[in-house]
């Protein structure tokens, strides 16, 4: 039998547009293994791997007159060269090439009528790597199914064996059959009818458009929540976007974690807190000594009374005010550090390691689960979703090609100029900048200050001080082979 789509799902479903695309997505570079790697290699392993993620193969069918949420069902012409794409950048491709290609991409809705991904091969970059590009509607990844990234790459370089699949697509009921479940549905569960009855409405609103601002007031007064600072970064969107990313050395914040305390994570967000304190400044904003921006951080939680296999009940919202208008950066994080004190105290935080042990963890997945939950907390009134996930510390491998750089891309949400993503791998930290185009067009400057943000940090500390010189200030960059936030 069908599936029938999840409240929550239909919620992403009404609230996307054009101009908010409810998509996820992750660039990953690679370096090509000796016997090569193109679009027939993806596809096989595409392929091989898809029948751990079932709903891949699906799309959604709606059910006729509204009579109740749509279903799940097998996609009966399924191609899978539809989702797998492929592109090319000019030899030899530049990463800011391949950035705004990203963005482009990113800014185009998926086809409701097919299953809701697809995946994009692009070759020709610098050096002679490859990247891929993924992007998944938030609906694939709920908590129980998980994301396809997480199931193509390998821990080793070594072929695997081919994974046995037979799969046939089911038929799909026809829409009177649909309507008659829904029904009979309704009938037998009163609370079917209501939630039925609530997404026609929140569908109607939507339409007229004003879903979003009767959903703020609402919330606003039901909940008495406080409004979020104002910000050049709470505006309408439009619908294109921009990508940036930064690639940063993990050792530069274990350094300062080591000489000021705290964990990497505080470290992480006090750089991105020092990031936008100096953007706002290029910006002639104003950052006085009590202006802050409230961020929405996922963070991950391990409950012993939750299902071990229930990822989504594993990340929770905290909100967390950034201290912009503080100037000293030992003082900045000190100040994230204490108030993310409380989350830490519940005894349900989950240390990095432990984090990457929990089953099924992959980063792409919880960056998904992250971007599910900003998204269903918005009446919690904040300026911008950080997402940090912490990734193995070891290169991964896709079909024998090594693994070097993975960059969230975050969906922004409706009146957010501005997401940032944030992950860990392989002795880097990878951040990924997702803004609206015409709001934010000097992302790069962003982009730009969370490298100087990280170097203010680590020229406070005793190990960058005794690198420097007697009687001279420390450099403001490493030595080229290890410079501090060197961007590819």
Known sequence: MSERLHTDDMAFLV?????????????????????????????????????????????????????GNPVWVDDDDFDLTFHVRRSALPRPGSMDQLRDLTARIVSRRLDRHRPLWEVYLIEGLEGGRFAILSKAHQVLVDGVSIDLGQVLLDVDDKPRETVQDNWAPRPVPSPPSLAVRAVLESVRDPRVAVATAGSNVRGLLRSAGS??????????????????????????????????????????????RREHGGTVNDVILATVTGALRFWLMTRAEPVHSSRSLRALVPMSVIDSDLEPTALGSQVAGHLLSLPIGEPSP???????????????????????????????????????????????EARRNFNLVVTNVPGPQFPL??????????????????DHALAIGVTSYDGGIYFGLTADRDAVPDLEVLAQCVEEALEELVDSSSEARERAPRGKKAPPEKPAAKKTGKRP
């Open 330 to 376: 030992v003082v900045r994080l000190h100040q994230v550090s204490y108030a993310l004190k409380a989350h830490k105290e519940t005894g349900h935080a989950v240390a990095a390691d432990r984090l990457t042990g929990v089953a099924g963890f992959a980063p792409t997945t919880f960056h998904a689960l992250g971007a599910r939950l900003a998204a269903s």
């Open 397 to 414: 491998y896709a079909a024998g090609a090594q693994m070097l750089q993975s960059y969230p891309v975050p969906p922004l949400l409706p």
């Open 211 to 256: 879903f979003r601002s009767r959903a703020r007031e609402a919330a606003g007064t039901l909940s008495g929540g406080r409004a979020a600072p104002d910000s050049p970064i709470n505006v309408a969107l439009s619908e294109q976007r921009r990508f940036a990313t930064v690639r940063t050395d993990l050792d530069d914040y274990r350094t300062v």
């Open 15 to 67: 609230t996307e547009s054009a101009s908010t695309p409810m998509h996820n997505a992750t660039l990953d570079v690679f370096e090509p293994p000796r016997d090569g790697f193109d679009y027939d290699t993806l596809l096989r392993l595409i392929a091989d791997r898809i029948a751990f993620v079932p709903r891949y193969r699906q799309r959604i069918a709606p059910v006729p007159a509204h009579l």
